[in-house]
């Protein structure tokens, strides 16, 4: 029994927008409006346009599915403990790809990672559609005769015993050129304690710490210096510039030099497209109020990669970039439908589609970067970053205030993100933040599971905070964290949003989340 259509067939319909109108062909290869032109080929959808403004292509295989089927789809950008298998629901939108399991019968129908649309899934009870935005913001693009690869579409099925294990082998067939961290990361992110608080001194006295808790440890910790170090951050603007810090870090490149005489690689967090430098000319900007650059004018782009340089420069070995989806769509992307961008969303120019515009701020990242620096994406999005970032932040924050935030978000992202974990990037759940305000029984629990996982392991905890046990159970997890371990299988992932139940290579664990 298969679940899906044959996607290897022709699609049913095809389904084109443009500005100057749309087409629907029934059964057949392609179809066209004006000078704009869609292939079905082997599994690869192409658009080639010249004049003609392009918005979406729509595909759609008929096939009666199996009633009891059930469905699991992936985020745009980053889970908010939302990711889950569902019944059949017509209208929930599955970028990138999904898995469905009916009976034993596991599937998976997804496209390979880089495309140059934005692509979602819908499956509803007699069919599957394949949404293919082409447009540049909220308008649509005008290609300039470019032909651009829409999607690649994979199809998976097999019969299993383990559907979790059979979602670890379908996603490995997504992605291609993707980059990895040479060993296991982990360390400090001072982010849920110090939210915006901090200082050179501080940060040293924490790399301090982490240096003596991992004493002998082969495979050295990083501490990040997350949003608090930039000039502007004392005004309460999140922005750069980017180039140097405040009042509180006033040689960037000094406390690097110290951190790494620790033995603690130095990272540092920065969020690209918000910068108000007074250097900057007026046109470098989307939104001109809020100080958001436009990535599609010349120059903004060498700009991005100076600051990155620059950070580089100063001796930081872990990049960690934020916000820019929310940035270049305006909006985070669980309140976004089909449509990952908000309609007040206007590039100067027109010539690639939003996917095109996101791979190349993030390969200019990348590139500047360097080879002996990690990059750790963070709101931005898994399927179009492989091959440009090492790490991804899967999930939405966790919390040093609120444990229900953590268990929803931390949870959640670790176990469904787990099989993307190790073939797209290393994947990371976001930190154990360890404050007064979250119980340490519960916290100890969240710190097993990711330092067991095989995934990332960073923590944020104030310099001095723990004591006694606590101590000596941080500092088995960081040794824990420190060494490769198979990817933990979250048991109970098919009936719980926040599986409890968790196998690893030495047996299973229950943790008691609630």
Same mark, same amino acid.
């Given at each position: 029994?298969?679940?899906?259509?044959?996607?290897?067939?022709?699609?049913?319909?095809?389904?084109?927008? =443009?500005?100057?109108?749309?087409?629907?062909?029934?059964?057949?290869?392609?179809?066209?409006?004006?000078?704009?032109?869609?292939?079905?080929?082997?599994?690869?959808?192409?658009?080639?346009?010249?004049?003609?403004?392009? &918005?979406?292509?729509?595909?759609?295989?008929?096939?009666?599915?199996?009633?009891?089927?059930?469905?699991?789809?992936?985020?745009?950008?980053?889970?908010?403990?939302?990711?889950?298998?569902?019944? $059949?629901?017509?209208?929930?939108?599955?970028?990138?790809?999904?898995?469905?399991?009916?009976?034993?019968?596991?599937?998976?129908?997804?496209?390979?990672?880089?495309?140059?649309?934005?692509?979602?899934?819908?499956?509803?009870?007699?069919?599957?559609?394949?949404?293919?935005?082409?447009?540049?913001?909220?308008?649509?693009?005008?290609?300039?005769?470019?032909?651009?690869?829409?999607?690649?579409?994979?199809?998976?099925?097999?019969?299993?015993?383990?559907?979790?294990?059979?979602?670890?082998?379908?996603?490995?067939?997504?992605?291609?050129?993707?980059?990895?961290?040479?060993?296991?990361?982990?360390?400090?992110?001072?982010?849920?304690?110090?939210?915006?608080?901090?200082?050179?001194?501080?940060?040293?006295?924490?790399?301090?710490?982490?240096?003596?808790?991992?004493?002998?440890?082969?495979?050295?910790?990083?501490?990040?210096?997350?949003?608090?170090?930039?000039?502007?951050?004392?005004?309460?603007?999140?922005?750069?510039?980017?180039?140097?810090?405040?009042?509180? $870090?006033?040689?960037?490149?000094?406390?690097?030099?110290?951190?790494?005489?620790?033995?603690?690689?130095?990272?540092?967090?920065?969020?690209?497209?918000?910068?108000?430098?007074?250097?900057?000319?007026?046109?470098?900007?989307?939104?001109?109020?809020?100080?958001?650059?436009?990535?599609?004018?010349?120059?903004?782009?060498?700009?991005?990669?100076?600051?990155?340089?620059?950070?580089?420069?100063?001796?930081?070995?872990?990049?960690?970039?934020?916000?820019?989806?929310?940035?270049?769509?305006?909006?985070?992307?669980?309140?976004?439908?089909?449509?990952?961008?908000?309609?007040?969303?206007? @590039?100067?120019?027109?010539? &690639?589609? =939003?996917?095109?515009?996101?791979?190349?701020?993030?390969?200019?990242?990348?590139?500047?970067?360097?080879?002996?620096?990690?990059?750790?994406?963070?709101?931005?999005?898994?399927?179009?970053?492989?091959?440009?970032?090492?790490?991804?932040?899967?999930?939405?924050?966790?919390?040093? &205030?609120?444990?229900?935030?953590?268990?929803?978000?931390?949870?959640?992202?670790?176990?469904?993100?787990?099989?993307?974990?190790?073939? $797209?990037? @290393?994947?990371?759940?976001?930190?154990?933040?360890? =404050?007064?305000?979250?119980?340490?029984?519960?916290?100890?629990?969240?710190?097993?599971?990711?330092?067991?996982?095989?995934?990332?392991?960073?923590?944020?905890?104030?310099?001095? $905070?723990?004591?006694?046990?606590?101590?000596?159970?941080?500092?088995?997890?960081?040794?824990?964290?420190?060494?490769?371990?198979?990817?933990?299988?979250?048991?109970?992932?098919?009936?719980?949003?926040?599986?409890?139940?968790?196998?690893?290579?030495?047996?299973?664990?229950?943790?008691?989340?609630?």
């Amino acid at each position: 029994m298969s679940i899906f259509p044959d996607i290897t067939q022709l699609p049913d319909s095809i389904e084109l927008e =443009t500005d100057d109108g749309s087409a629907v062909v029934r059964h057949g290869p392609g179809i066209s409006v004006g000078d704009a032109c869609v292939l079905y080929d082997n599994a690869r959808v192409t658009l080639r346009a010249d004049k003609t403004p392009v &918005r979406t292509v729509v595909l759609r295989w008929n096939g009666r599915m199996p009633e009891n089927s059930r469905f699991c789809g992936d985020a745009w950008e980053r889970g908010y403990g939302d990711l889950e298998w569902r019944g $059949f629901v017509p209208d929930r939108v599955m970028p990138w790809f999904f898995y469905a399991l009916s009976g034993d019968v596991f599937a998976m129908l997804g496209v390979k990672t880089r495309p140059d649309a934005l692509c979602s899934f819908t499956c509803d009870k007699d069919g599957v559609s394949l949404t293919l935005d082409v447009t540049c913001g909220a308008d649509a693009a005008v290609l300039g005769g470019m032909t651009i690869l829409c999607a690649e579409l994979v199809f998976f099925e097999e019969t299993t015993g383990d559907p979790f294990l059979s979602a670890v082998r379908a996603a490995a067939l997504l992605p291609e050129g993707a980059v990895f961290p040479d060993a296991p990361v982990y360390g400090y992110n001072n982010w849920y304690y110090a939210y915006g608080e901090s200082s050179a001194k501080v940060m040293l006295d924490s790399a301090r710490e982490l240096s003596e808790l991992t004493d002998g440890l082969a495979n050295r910790p990083y501490i990040v210096i997350d949003d608090c170090w930039q000039k502007e951050r004392k005004s309460g603007f999140i922005g750069g510039s980017w180039r140097e810090g405040n009042a509180d $870090f006033t040689d960037m490149a000094s406390l690097a030099s110290q951190i790494s005489q620790l033995g603690v690689k130095p990272g540092l967090w920065l969020r690209p497209l918000q910068n108000r430098s007074p250097e900057l000319p007026d046109d470098f900007y989307r939104d001109k109020d809020d100080f958001i650059l436009d990535p599609t004018v010349p120059g903004v782009l060498e700009h991005i990669a100076e600051d990155v340089r620059t950070v580089t420069g100063w001796g930081y070995r872990l990049i960690k970039h934020d916000y820019s989806t929310c940035d270049i769509t305006g909006d985070w992307g669980f309140r976004r439908g089909k449509s990952l961008v908000c309609e007040n969303v206007h @590039f100067r120019n027109r010539d &690639r589609t =939003t996917a095109q515009i996101i791979k190349d701020l993030y390969s200019v990242i990348f590139g500047s970067a360097g080879k002996d620096c990690l990059v750790l994406g963070c709101n931005t999005i898994g399927h179009l970053g492989v091959g440009y970032m090492q790490l991804n932040r899967t999930g939405d924050d966790t919390s040093g &205030r609120e444990w229900a935030r953590t268990r929803k978000m931390g949870v959640n992202t670790l176990a469904f993100r787990m099989p993307q974990h190790g073939s $797209f990037w @290393f994947a990371d759940a976001d930190c154990v933040g360890i =404050t007064d305000s979250v119980p340490w029984e519960k916290n100890r629990q969240w710190l097993d599971l990711l330092s067991r996982s095989g995934t990332p392991l960073f923590v944020s905890v104030a310099p001095g $905070f723990l004591k006694g046990t606590q101590l000596e159970e941080l500092k088995a997890a960081l040794a824990s964290a420190s060494v490769p371990a198979p990817a933990a299988e979250p048991l109970d992932f098919l009936n719980d949003t926040c599986p409890s139940s968790w196998r690893f290579s030495d047996g299973i664990v229950n943790y008691d989340w609630y």
